[in-house]
């Protein structure tokens, strides 16, 4: 039995070769496919989670609003001087500065996950492209350890 005119042993051990070596680089395709996807997951996350912290601090803005207008109301109708009275300034101010702190810390703590966040999905990018280049390099060690059996074959060494 013959295909062309190769014999079945080498024949076979081409195809072999040539199915191992396309099944490594498959293998690094989906690898870095995967990892592409994973790292997309990844931002997905951190856009979600500036979305949430602009919501928080949103709310917290709201809540700062709602209980000034509170506490001068309640002022007001306690007979003080809300202009001129400057305990209820310094009230004010005290307030003013405890939400800029919260704002603050919500800023801080959403650019520490985004950072965190980009690095995983740079992480993850990284790897994927490790994997298809290890599968490259693989399937043409594959392919060259193939031929070289296939010389020795062919030739009867």
Same mark, same amino acid.
């Given at each position: 039995?013959?295909?062309?005119?190769?014999m079945p @042993?080498? @024949?076979l051990?081409?195809? #072999?070769t040539?199915?191992s070596?396309?099944?490594q *680089?498959?293998?690094?395709?989906?690898?870095? =496919?995967? !990892? &592409?996807?994973?790292?997309?997951d990844?931002? *997905?996350?951190?856009? $979600?989670n500036e979305?949430?912290a602009m +919501?928080?601090?949103?709310?917290?803005?709201?809540?700062? &609003?709602m !209980?000034? $207008?509170?506490?001068?109301?309640? @002022?007001? /109708?306690?007979?003080?001087?809300i202009? #001129? &009275?400057?305990?209820?300034e310094a @009230? %004010? #101010?005290?307030q003013?500065?405890?939400a800029?702190?919260d %704002?603050g810390? *919500?800023? &801080?703590?959403t !650019? /520490? +996950?985004s950072? =965190?966040?980009?690095?995983?999905s740079?992480?993850q990018?990284?790897?994927?492209r490790?994997?298809?280049?290890?599968? %490259?390099?693989? !399937?043409a060690?594959?392919?060259?350890?193939?031929?070289?059996?296939?010389? +020795?074959?062919?030739?009867?060494?």
């Open positions: 039995f013959r295909v062309g005119n190769i @042993f080498p @024949f051990l081409l195809a #072999s040539a199915i070596a396309g099944g *680089i498959m293998g690094g395709m989906a690898a870095k =496919a995967e !990892a &592409d996807a994973a790292a997309f990844t931002e *997905i996350e951190r856009t $979600q979305v949430s +919501q928080q601090a949103a709310a917290r803005r709201d809540e700062y &609003d !209980a000034t $207008q509170a506490n001068i109301a309640m @002022f007001s /109708a306690a007979g003080r001087d202009g #001129s &009275d400057r305990s209820i @009230f %004010l #101010s005290k003013k500065e405890v800029a702190q %704002l810390r *919500i800023a &801080d703590q !650019a /520490a +996950q950072s =965190a966040y980009e690095r995983r740079s992480s990018r990284t790897a994927g490790n994997a298809r280049t290890a599968s %490259l390099i693989g !399937a060690g594959t392919a060259t350890t193939g031929l070289y059996k296939y010389n +020795q074959v062919k030739t009867g060494e």
